[in-house]
């Protein structure tokens, strides 16, 4: 939203935020005003997820073990073999 805002400033369009309960975010167009709202959607992938956390612990030097099933990992150290 703040590259939105300062690329339309730029090009001479005031933009306003009110002070509502609930901001909302308004550009001036020719005189009208017209509110403006960016919307992110965001997929989380657990196995990713289970990834980086593994790749981020082996990086501070801990051993680990991803659990397919559940994404959770699991330090070596802590796993009952059997």
């Not at 901001?23 to 709202?37: F, M, S, Y």
């Not at 790749?55 to 559940?70: D, H, I, Y």
Request: net charge neutral; charged share 35%.
């Amino acid at each position: 939203m703040d590259a939105l805002v300062k690329s339309l400033e730029a090009r001479g369009f005031r933009v306003e935020i009110s002070e509502d309960r609930k901001p909302e975010t308004h550009v001036v167009v020719l005189g009208q005003r017209v509110q403006i709202a960016l919307e992110e959607k965001i997929r989380a992938d657990r196995a990713c997820a289970a990834k980086e956390r593994s790749l981020l612990l082996a990086e501070m030097g801990l051993r680990t073990q991803v659990s397919t099933t559940s994404g959770h990992v699991v330090d070596k150290s802590e796993v009952e073999v059997r």
